[in-house]
């Protein structure tokens, strides 16, 4: 066995009172060795789970570095893990380095697990993950350097620092956070509830990516920022002189950046996409500035969503000292695939001067030589003009005081993404190769005397411009030697996948852990790691459960549909030997050696079973025909712009005047009061009964021309509830998101799950769900609309998770005008987007089709332990046999590379 350790100068007991170097074990009293050493000792944490552990009070250049694997977990009512505050001149220089800090949750909107301000400075927090604690995950101070640390789900907000630490800066300010740096960090799933698909806290206050206040000379660089429930970074409040530069900002659910009521800024050379999609505030724009500046924003390429989103925007809204003025927005790409919104722009909320703002551009406004990919220059989406006005054609634009006279309008229907783009001038050692990597660890189980598990894959992507080169790998292991297996890099570039494999072949059962080391030549850093947990445990030769495919399946009358099953252990790894399998279905139709014969009649979903001995597994199947979605549905909004795209045609129960679905209450327009019984396994068809509070209603399937629904049925209606279902059929398994234009309330569910809510109006825009996974096969999409007094209107898509339209659904509503479900060719592969791979079977043997693979490819045929059986090189479509007679039964991986990237999926064998 091989253990790595840090280097020691002394080794020293818990209870030494003057050492260099002190060794903390689980169990140990953290908080006793702090006040019994001196300043700048070493504490090295053990590897282990220290529960409750606390660094509070450091001493000046005390240092705290943990062995790979060290937990510190805190538990329900402690506040901080890490707490710096001090007054008295001590606790400077202070170093926290790779310890894992989770579980410390005082509350779910505030406190924070880690507190470095704000009297100490100097301190150094890097290689560390910071998740799962109450409030915010870490706040710094002065002259601090947060670096390399991955912080994630932490309930109300990833980052933030702040606070004014007394008089003396700008009036009666003084910053409790100056010249710090937050660099190559990555910050995501922060105020985010996953369960639910929501957030933790309001982030309209704070909460989401970060939040900084009363910070000076503040550096943020080189970070990314994703899926935080608010903006991806955001300096609220007396800020000035901060930088923002290299970072990544995407799929947050508000603003990518956001600077407000402060001072001065430098934007530059930042990605920011996809962000702003579904808003509760109102903050939709990649990037924003509000009642701040002076401020510099250039080379950053921006990407907005398609359905919902704005570009980079500020505005005045009257919070003195702080003005919008001295603003200069220059050599930026805007991508703007929509046709409502600001893809840049200004707006002033300070009626009694906005003249001075917007009709003699007295506080020094420049926009110039951005360069802009938008479907039409007459589109209204550049705005420097009054409140009445919804936006401006780039004519119009560029007659006010020479906006824009430079800058360059690309009309296109077919976008780029931000990765597409060049690199702007100015931002090539900014924006240089850079890796980020997902997931950040792996854990796997494997049984005693079982099979090995299936393989798990690392993704190595590039967050920045130019091309990776090929990575290089390294395992240290701790425990053990030997047992993980890491393939070659599949291939150099910006999207490079390592394939982990384990044999626990002479392993005992335990614990084991290894560190696997990236390095990339030309990224800065050039270094990252991640570790693998193996936990060897017993039992692993009997069947666990059994895994059926495909687990969600759609057959015509008259068709039939082939289920296969592999027998798996208590951990996922497929039996070496696969006992006999007994197959049943509950519901209608009949299945005998996992042939599926569906009846006569449309229904569904039933329930497809596979048993061996006391294990089994189950899947879907529902009895439909389909029609593609084809998502033409049109109407006119308020802003004069045609919306396209959306549905037409639905399996309703609707109320009337007199008689309402579901009385919602006096002028309440919520939509959680009334629920469809059995909504979480509702599948209606046409003429489908249903009782609700007493009354019976009838599924009916509707047809709405424009596909704008409500808008000319129930302008005096009252306080009415109206539901709505589609079953969508998809190829694929992906990420979605629903978009919506409504009056009144709007819920939605998909597959039995609720997926957003709300119950006000969209404000004239088109908003959208959080991205949602969309089943491959059947699925179930249901709307709920409420309504006062008043007019009402909604309309609804399915939109990839970039916002354009899916144009490979089929829908059914269980009508006797739609067709049978049958193979279609697959949909146009849009550029830069992977290629299609999927298995099927055949008399003899099992086709595999690669579809989309533009120029040349190569496909592999492996064993999970990474053995090739076969390989093939091609161009474009093609299909490749692969006879029965050459594969043992079992489960075996399928992978296509071409210029696209890398994609795989599984091949079982029977």
């Known amino acids: 066995m091989k253990q790595i350790m840090l280097p020691a100068i002394l080794m020293a007991t818990i209870g030494a009172t003057h050492a260099d170097t002190v060794y903390v074990a689980p169990g140990h009293d953290l908080g006793d060795a702090i006040g019994k050493n001196p300043p700048h000792t070493t504490f090295i944490i053990r590897r282990g789970v220290h529960k409750n552990a606390k660094i509070h009070g450091p001493k000046t250049g005390q240092a705290f570095i943990g062995e790979d694997g060290a937990v510190l977990e805190g538990d329900t009512g402690i506040m901080y893990c890490v707490n710096g505050w001090r007054q008295n001149g001590e606790g400077d220089s202070v170093t926290v380095r790779n ?24 301190w150094v927090f890097e290689d560390n993950e910071v998740h799962h604690n109450g409030g915010v995950g870490v706040i710094f101070g002065s002259h601090c350097v947060i670096r390399n640390n991955y912080i994630h789900h932490n309930t109300m907000q990833g980052v933030g620092c702040g606070g004014n630490c007394g008089e003396g800066y700008k009036g009666n300010l003084s910053p409790c956070s100056k010249h710090a740096v937050f660099e190559n960090n990555e910050v995501a799933w922060n105020n985010w509830d996953a369960e639910r698909d929501t957030n933790f806290c309001e982030w309209g206050h704070t909460g989401g990516g970060s939040k900084f206040a009363v910070a000076l000379g503040l550096v943020v660089k080189n970070n990314w920022s994703h899926h935080n429930w608010g903006p991806g970074f955001w300096t609220d409040v007396a800020n000035d002189s901060i930088v923002y530069e290299g970072n990544l900002v995407e799929h947050n659910i508000a603003m990518g950046i956001f600077h407000e009521i402060s001072w001065g800024v430098e934007i530059r050379c930042n990605i920011s996409r996809q962000n702003g999609v579904w808003v509760d505030f109102g903050g939709d724009q990649q990037i924003l500035l509000t009642s701040a500046g002076p401020a510099e924003v250039w080379g950053n390429i921006v990407e907005v969503n398609a359905l919902h989103g704005g570009g980079i925007t500020w505005g005045e809204n009257r919070r003195l000292p702080f003005r919008s003025q001295d603003i200069s927005v220059h ?216 895994v059926v495919t495909p687990d969600n399946a759609t057959v015509s009358p008259g068709q039939t549909v082939r289920f296969d099953a592999v027998v798996v252990d208590r951990l996922g790894n497929p039996l070496s030997v696969q006992p006999a399998v007994t197959w049943t279905v509950d519901g209608e139709g009949s299945v005998a050696a996992g042939l599926y014969t569906p009846p006569s009649t449309l229904g569904g979903p039933y329930t497809i079973t596979a048993s061996a001995g006391s294990a089994g597994g189950s899947a879907e199947v529902a009895v439909m025909r389909a029609l593609p979605l084809v998502q033409d549905g049109s109407f006119t909004d308020i802003q004069g712009t045609s919306q396209t795209g959306f549905i037409k045609k639905l399996l309703t129960i609707r109320g ?120 491959k096969g059947h699925n179930r999409l249901m709307l709920k609309l409420t309504a006062g007094d008043g007019d009402s209107y909604f309309a609804v898509q399915v939109a990839e998770e970039n916002g354009r339209l899916l144009t490979d659904l089929q829908y059914s509503l269980g009508g006797d005008n739609e067709q049978d479900l049958v193979a279609r060719a697959s949909a146009r592969v849009p550029r830069n987007r992977l290629a299609g791979l999927m298995v099927r079977r055949a008399a003899g043997r099992f086709l595999v089709d690669v579809s989309g693979a ?57």
């Open 99 to 122: 310890l894992e800090i989770r579980g410390y949750w005082y509350e779910d909107c505030g406190g924070a697990a880690v507190l470095m301000e704000p009297f100490s400075k100097g």
């Open 854 to 910: 533009g120029g040349g490819h190569e496909l592999q045929l492996l064993t999970l332990s990474g053995r090739t059986i076969m390989k093939r090189r091609g161009a474009g479509n093609a299909v490749y046999s692969v006879p029965r007679a050459v594969l043992a039964r079992g489960v075996y991986l399928v992978s296509l590379r071409s210029s696209t990237g890398v994609i795989r999926t599984k091949l079982v064998a029977y």
């Open 331 to 546: 050599h930026n790409t805007i991508i703007f695939p929509g046709e409502v919104g600001t893809a840049i722009g200004a707006g002033c909320q300070w009626y009694d001067s906005c003249a001075m703002f917007y009709e003699t551009n007295c506080w020094n406004h420049s926009i110039d030589y951005n360069t802009y990919y938008v479907p039409s220059k007459d589109c209204r989406l550049w705005r420097f003009n009054g409140p009445s006005y919804h936006g401006l054609t780039w004519d119009d634009f560029t007659a006010l005081h020479e906006l824009g006279a430079h800058g360059t309008v690309i009309e296109t229907d077919d976008f780029p993404s931000a990765d597409d783009i060049e690199c702007p001038d100015g931002c090539e050692d900014i924006l240089s190769p850079s890796m980020i990597m997902s997931p950040r660890r792996l854990t796997v189980r494997a049984a005693a005397g079982g099979g090995n598990p299936v393989p798990h894959t690392m993704t190595i992507r590039n967050k920045a411009k130019g091309r990776l080169d090929r990575i290089e790998t390294n395992v240290v292991y701790h425990d053990g030697d030997g047992w993980l297996g890491i393939s070659t890099p599949d291939g150099a570039g910006n999207m490079q996948r390592i394939v982990n494999s384990v044999d626990v072949s002479g392993l005992a059962t335990g614990e084991y852990l290894a560190r696997v080391e990236i390095t990339c030549d030309n990224a800065t850093p050039s270094y990252m790691k991640y570790l693998v947990w193996l936990y060897v445990e017993d039992g692993g030769s009997s069947a666990g459960h059994v």
């Open 656 to 775: 009337s005047d007199d008689m309402p679905v579901a009385v919602v209450g006096d002028g309440n327009t919520g939509v959680d009061n009334v629920l469809v019984p059995g909504i979480g396994g509702l599948w209606p068809i046409p003429g489908d009964k249903i009782a609700i509070l007493g009354t019976d209603y009838t599924w009916s399937i509707e047809y709405e021309d424009d596909a704008f629904w409500n808008d000319n049925v129930r302008e005096k209606a009252h306080y009415w509830v109206d539901y709505f279902f589609i079953a969508l059929v998809s190829p694929v398994e992906r990420q979605v998101r629903i978009g919506t234009r409504h009056m009144g309330g709007i819920k939605i569910w998909l597959n039995g799950n609720p997926v957003h809510q709300n119950g006000w109006w969209d404000g004239w825009g088109t908003e959208a769900t959080v991205p949602v996974t969309l089943k």
